[in-house]
């Protein structure tokens, strides 16, 4: 290895480092202005051009069907559909569970304290949040009181049933993008996908397969911003993440 090669990793990586120190709760924002669908942009883990030359305009159409959607009864009470965000030919496709009470309200998935612990996650990892793809196993806001999206607190897991109704969309965000690894955030949707009953602490750190594409389940952010402990696993497993990419 060239000497200049070798620098450029020891200095990626203790960037890396520093990143990581950073992402104590108390640092997180509650009001980073991230709120539009992002410009895409290259970062130096982007690989860059391949797949699916019409993947802007198939995202778009899949876009519209979502906004239209009443499939469930999610789709009668949302403020917004969440159809996604990020860069259409991203390497790295996050998933979460569902849009929460500010996400509902801007129509962008992980904007608040959890996605801001996301950010740092994948800054962390070399990447920026317009550079990957972040999206849910459900569009559309699950609330335990469906009449009033304007009551906080109202927030509640998505049911089996309207999991697997919404479903679909995802598979074909995933078929469209086409990322080299999809990681799963939390339980929910890392039981979505792998179709298995384990429990997250377990689950996590291991590589799985969806879709023909690597699939690593680690803990979903809220749980780190409860359980800082948490927050070293999860590095761990995006370590793994970044060299399944490195090796290509
Ligand atoms: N939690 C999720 O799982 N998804 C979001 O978009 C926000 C919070």
């Known amino acids: 290895m060239k000497q200049s090669e070798y620098s450029k990793i020891i200095t990626l990586a203790k960037r890396a480092v520093e990143e990581y120190k950073n992402w104590d709760e108390e640092e997180i924002s509650t009001d980073k202005e991230n709120s539009v669908i992002p410009e895409q942009k290259m970062t130096k883990n982007t690989i860059y051009p391949k797949k699916n030359k019409n993947a802007g305009e198939l995202l778009e159409d899949l876009q519209k069907q979502v906004c239209n959607c009443k499939k469930c ?17 991203a390497d790295i496709m996050f998933i979460g569970e569902g849009p929460g009470f500010q996400e509902d309200h801007k129509g962008e998935p992980f904007i608040g304290k959890a996605g801001n612990l996301l950010d740092k996650i994948i800054e962390a990892m070399g990447f920026s949040r317009q550079s990957v793809y972040i999206a849910n196993i459900v569009k559309c806001h699950p609330m335990k009181d469906p009449t009033d999206p304007e009551l906080r607190s109202n927030d509640r897991p998505p049911s089996p049933e309207e999991m697997s109704v919404c479903k679909p969309y995802l598979d074909k965000q995933i ?5 080299k690894v999809i990681i799963t955030l939390g339980a929910s949707s ?4 792998i179709q298995t009953e384990e429990v997250i602490s377990s689950l996590r750190g291991n590589f799985k397969e969806y ?5 690593m389940p680690t803990y979903h ?10 927050k070293k696993d999860v590095w761990s497993d995006m370590k793994k993440v970044l060299s399944v990419l490195k090796k290509g």
């Open 73 to 89: 009864p999610l789709g009668k009470h949302r403020l917004n559909a969440v159809f996604g965000v990020g860069n259409q030919y």
């Open 175 to 179: 078929e469209i993008i086409s990322p």
């Open 190 to 193: 890392s039981r979505a996908l």
């Open 211 to 215: 879709m023909g594409i690597k699939l």
């Open 221 to 230: 952010p809220a749980a780190l911003l409860r359980n800082p402990n948490l």
